[in-house]
Nanobody, 126 residues
Framework: QVQLVESGGGLVQAGGSLRLSCVASGRTFSILVMGWFRQAPGKEREFVAA????????YYADSVKARFTISRDNAKNTMYLQMNNLKPEDTAVYYC???????????????????WGQGTQVTVSS
């Protein structure tokens, strides 16, 4: 089992920044492919970003590319999402996800992740 705890959400004005954190426990962190997803009210859960086990490769949704940066610190069992130039359309609950066996070709597919955090709310005002 893997436990994931997100933090760092909040209310920010458009153009501002936030950094989300996700701390993992229960399994060796370095074997986990990690991802961030988000879900706005009335919408489907959507892929935001993901990072491979050693952090050598990262993947982004087109809507956040060049604004968001995903990273991980395997020594601290922690993944981060630095969000800059936030827009009102970024408002959502952000979820951390993890999986030990995920194939890279499915890294954007939320149903492929076995473990999820409880989510953290990000609200961007215009």
């Amino acid at each position: 089992q893997v436990q994931l705890v997100e933090s760092g959400g909040g209310l920010v004005q458009a153009g501002g920044s936030l950094r989300l954190s996700c701390v993992a426990s229960g399994r060796t962190f370095s074997i986990l492919v990690m991802g961030w997803f988000r879900q706005a009210p009335g919408k489907e859960r959507e892929f935001v970003a993901a990072i491979t086990r050693a952090g050598g490769a990262s993947y982004y949704a087109d809507s956040v590319k060049a604004r968001f940066t995903i990273s991980r610190d395997n020594a601290k069992n922690t993944m981060y999402l630095q969000m800059n130039n936030l827009k009102p359309e970024d408002t959502a609950v952000y979820y951390c996800a993890a999986d030990p066996t995920l194939a890279i070709m499915t890294i954007r597919v939320h149903t492929r992740y076995d473990y999820w955090g409880q989510g953290t709310q990000v609200t961007v005002s215009s």
